[in-house]
């Protein structure tokens, strides 16, 4: 990664892409490569130049922001991407974990915390709270776990798998990444998953975020 974090910027609505543009600015770590008024756009973009970092809009026309983060998979382009959007919707919320995203968070975020998240992102972390309020003001989560007893510790190995899923890895990524085959991997996986009491990927990165463990 460069000095600077270079970003392109992916929104439809000319005056939200406009502010963040100036907001981008302001930010000496932050160069603005490139905008793209939805993904498709995007994509012939990034034929040109590639950045370190995605910023999209979640809904757009002919191409939306998952659809985006699933056009560079298949392309096999490793571009994190992260995701905006205007309504704090646990659906939509699933839907990015679902389709790869990197990072997730509500235009009202402050200035600040969206450049902490694209560095966080850069780095090869995650952004991935689908607002950036406290846990308990999310009462969507908290319900869907409250009946849910406190999970069994996960070993280190675990934890690192937990963490690399909630990155939007596959298994045979994270295998790579390891060390691993990737059916030690999905053993892993389902360790992860029968100790958290859930049944999928997702719950696992929802409940994750609900314990505080990423």
């Known amino acids: 990664m460069s000095e600077k974090i270079k970003v392109l ?15 981008l600015a302001l930010h000496e770590e932050v160069l603005l490569i490139g905008e793209a008024a939805d993904g498709a756009e995007a994509l012939e973009k990034l034929a040109e ?19 985006l983060i699933r056009a560079l998979a ?21 839907e990015a974990v679902r389709a790869g995203a990197k990072g997730f968070l509500l235009k009202a975020i402050s200035p600040d915390t969206l450049v ?4 966080d992102v850069a780095a090869g972390g995650t952004a991935l709270r689908p ?15 409250s009946a849910t007893p406190q999970p069994d510790p996960l070993s280190p190995k675990e934890l690192q798998v937990l963490r690399l899923v909630a990155s939007g890895r596959s298994n045979t ?14 053993n892993h996986c389902s360790a992860v998953f029968s100790k958290m009491g859930v049944r999928d990927r997702t719950q696992a990165v929802l409940r994750a975020i609900d314990l505080g463990w990423i």
């Open 9 to 23: 910027l992916v929104e439809d609505q000319q005056l939200v892409r406009e502010g963040l543009k100036g907001l």
């Open 74 to 94: 298949a392309r096999a382009w490793k571009i994190p991407v992260v995701l905006l959007t205007t309504f704090d919707d646990a659906e939509a919320f699933d």
């Open 131 to 145: 607002s950036l309020t406290e846990r308990m003001e999310r009462p969507s989560v908290e319900r869907a776990f």
């Open 49 to 67: 130049d590639q950045p370190d970092v995605i910023l999209s809009d979640m809904r757009m026309p002919r191409l939306d922001g998952t659809g």
């Open 116 to 119: 902490q998240a694209l560095k």
């Open 173 to 186: 990524e994270i295998a790579a990444l390891l060390g691993n085959s990737e059916g030690v991997i999905k």
